[in-house]
Nanobody, 115 residues
Framework: VQVVESGGGLVQPGGSLRLSCAAS????????MRWYRQAPGKGRELVAD????????NYADSAKGRFTISRDNTKNTVYLQMNSLKPEDTAVYYC?????????WGEGTQVTVSS
């Protein structure tokens, strides 16, 4: 099983990034997919999730209106489009797959929002 995030980096406030999470080794299209983040000195926070078919999405209040989660089950990939980024969005962003008690995590990708 592999869950690999990419697309992080340094961006100025107000900028955008698109994170990707490529999965393999399990039936991706059956899994609920989530993006979490963890800022320095803080706990891990759920940012957004998307159902297996992509029909339902949910967002943390901090992400609503700025972030969009999507998935492409033909590519076994989930995305997080992040717009209007703020310094408080600085964190390591993790991809998480979950289904019936089975759960897989990626290693994370660093997002830094700073001028």
């Amino acid at each position: 099983v592999q869950v690999v995030e990419s697309g992080g980096g340094l961006v100025q406030p107000g900028g955008s990034l698109r994170l990707s999470c490529a999965a393999s080794g399990f039936t991706f299209s059956s899994f609920l997919m989530r993006w979490y983040r963890q800022a320095p000195g803080k706990g891990r926070e759920l940012v957004a999730d998307i159902t297996s078919a992509g029909s339902i999405t949910n967002y943390a209040d901090s992400a609503k209106g700025r972030f969009t989660i999507s998935r492409d089950n033909t590519k076994n990939t989930v995305y997080l489009q992040m717009n209007s980024l703020k310094p408080e969005d600085t964190a390591v962003y993790y991809c998480h797959a979950i289904l019936n008690g089975r759960a897989y995590w990626g290693e994370g990708t660093q997002v830094t929002v700073s001028s």
